[in-house]
């Protein structure tokens, strides 16, 4: 996992147990789930692509949701740049439709 990885993972969770964050302005809605999903990998020994590996972890982050949940999704999505971002947004929609969240992105080239 890589620094941006860790340090998003962690000020999510440091800012869900009321510690401070770095930002110059904060407001929090307190979570009845957190959930993570940091940069699956692939596994090739069993034949199963990134793709395999990551579509069902992110199904399981979607039905555990709920209205209050936190979804720390990082590194959706990981092919071509296009198609990348084509499946990112088709789950972020998901998200929204689905369980009314209000997501927010942090994106990279």
């Given at each position: 996992?890589?620094?941006?990885?860790?340090?998003?993972?962690?000020?999510?969770?440091?800012?869900?147990?009321?510690?401070?964050?770095?930002?110059?302005?904060?407001?929090?809605?307190?979570?009845?789930?957190?959930?993570?999903s940091?940069?699956?990998?692939?596994?090739?020994?069993?034949?199963?692509?990134?793709?395999?590996?990551?579509?069902?972890?992110?199904?399981?982050?979607?039905?555990?949701?709920?209205?209050?949940?936190?979804?720390?999704?990082?590194?959706?999505?990981?092919?071509s740049?296009?198609?990348?971002?084509?499946?990112?947004?088709?789950?972020l929609?998901?998200?929204?439709?689905?369980?009314?969240?209000?997501?927010?992105?942090?994106?990279?080239?």
């Amino acid at each position: 996992m890589g620094d941006k990885s860790s340090f998003l993972r962690a000020v999510a969770l440091l800012a869900q147990i009321g510690s401070l964050v770095p930002a110059n302005a904060f407001s929090l809605a307190l979570t009845d789930v957190i959930s993570i999903s940091i940069g699956a990998r692939d596994n090739l020994a069993e034949g199963a692509s990134l793709c395999m590996v990551e579509v069902p972890e992110t199904a399981r982050i979607f039905y555990a949701a709920t209205p209050r949940s936190l979804a720390i999704l990082n590194k959706l999505g990981r092919t071509s740049t296009r198609d990348g971002a084509a499946i990112a947004r088709a789950m972020l929609n998901l998200l929204v439709r689905e369980n009314t969240f209000r997501p927010v992105g942090i994106c990279e080239d």
